[in-house]
Structures are given as C-alpha cells and as structure tokens.
C-alpha cells in the first residue's frame, strides 16, 4: 500500500484511538508510510497490535512507523518490527511540537528496525519522555536505540525498567541523550553494549549530570552470537 503524503492514517487536531490495529507492509516515498500525527490539540493512543515493514523514504524527519507532529501520544503494547526510514525514528519519530509532557512509551517490543538517521525512538521533543517496561533489540543499522535531545531546562526524561539488547558491534550504544533537562535512568537491563549505555553525541556539556538520577541499571557484557536465542519472538508480540 502506498499511503502518500499524509500516511495511512491521518490525525489532524483530533483524538484517535488504535485497539489491536495491525499496520504492515505500507511503502511512501516522500511522504508517510504509517500514522501521522498533527495539530497541537490531538491525541493518538495506541494499544496493542502490531506495526511491520513499514517504509519510508525522501523525507529526512519522518518516522517508519509513527510520525509526531502535535499534541500527545501514548503507545503501550505495541510491537514494532522491520520498519524502515532512511530518516530519524525506525520506529518512533517526536517532534518538537508535541507535548511531551503527554508521551508515553510503556511495554513495547522493538525489533529488526532500520534507521539511517538515528535510532529506534526519536525524540525532539522539549519538555519530558517517558520510556518505560520496553524490549529493545538494537539494529546493527541504528546508531542508537533511543535519541533524545532538543529540550527545555525544565525537561524530565525517563528510562526506566526496559531490556536493551544489542546484537552487533555496530549498534554503538543504547540511549544518546543530550538533553538541557535532566534524564532518570533506572532498573534497566543492558545487555552486550559494555561501555557504550549511555552516549550524549556531540555535546558532553548538554547532559545535565548534576540533575540526572542514573542508579540501579544492570550491565551484561555481552554480545550475543548466533544461536544464543536472542530472538524477537522470545518476548512475545
């Protein structure tokens, strides 16, 4: 299917709710392949079902999955998997439009996305992420799992009780924040990244450490090598 410009599900200024919604298999070169989100007063929620081999090309701040635009969104449940962008966002792209403080990101499985831009999740979003109780497999073709940066000083992000599993020596780290805010990381599991779990690109003197609550987060290091089971299928979805 080739949704054009404005994707295969549109949310203008409006509420949507998506219960068990299956999207998969929608191409748009230029535009958006899966859902897109404007207008400051909308509110997408998301529950359940699945988003697959979604793809998107020609646009470079689009998201393979679900693009952000405006208003708020919440997404819990959900798999995420083989979508592609040659942008930011495999999976998940954030503007710096949406309300933030609205966003939540809870229970989902991320696996097999392919983003030339940035990461699984991008965030530019100014005002707070919530990240928590997701499986993340980091694709060797992402540089990161989670991108979050472009926020106010007031900001809180928070990455809290995910999986993060890293199944190539070129899937660099799993979160690259360089926030103004203040990021909590906590009671994740890292598995295979070693040294690389936390990254703030380009700017060391944006990550507000001072303000920032990294406690309580497990390190395997350990790559994983074929035949060890690490597979998306072993976390449901």
């Known amino acids: 299917n080739d949704p054009g410009s404005n994707g295969t599900i549109y949310v203008d200024d409006a509420d949507a709710t998506l219960i068990d919604c299956v999207l998969e298999d929608n191409s748009a070169e230029g ?3 899966g859902i897109r989100v404007v207008g400051s007063q909308s509110r997408l929620t ?3 079902g699945r988003f697959e081999r979604n793809v998107n090309t020609g646009n470079p701040m689009l998201g393979g999955a679900i693009s952000s635009e405006g208003g708020s969104l919440e997404v819990s449940g959900v798999t995420f998997r083989d979508n592609e962008t040659e942008a930011d966002g495999a999976a998940i792209f954030i503007s710096s439009d949406s309300r933030i403080s609205d966003v939540v990101i809870d229970g989902c499985l991320f696996a097999g996305n ?10 530019l979003t100014p005002d ?3 990240f928590t109780n997701n499986v993340v497999i980091a694709s060797s073709f992402s540089p990161q799992a989670v991108l979050i940066h472009n926020s106010s000083e007031d900001a809180e992000y928070t990455v809290a009780n995910n999986t993060f599993i890293r199944t ?4 660099p780290c ?3 924040a ?7 990381v906590f009671n994740n599991v890292f598995n295979g990244f070693g040294t690389r779990i936390i990254s703030n690109g380009w700017y060391w003197t944006d990550l507000s450490i001072d303000r920032s609550d990294i406690r309580q987060n497990l390190i395997r290091d350990y790559l994983p090598q074929a035949g060890d089971g690490i597979d998306p299928s072993n976390f449901g979805g």
């Open 31 to 33: 535009g958006y392949s």
């Open 46 to 48: 998301v529950t359940g």
């Open 114 to 123: 392919t983003s030339v831009g940035t990461s699984d999740v991008h965030s």
């Open 128 to 130: 707070g992420l919530i």
């Open 168 to 171: 190539s020596t070129t899937s």
């Open 174 to 176: 799993a979160i690259n």
């Open 178 to 184: 360089y926030p103004d805010g203040a990021i909590r």
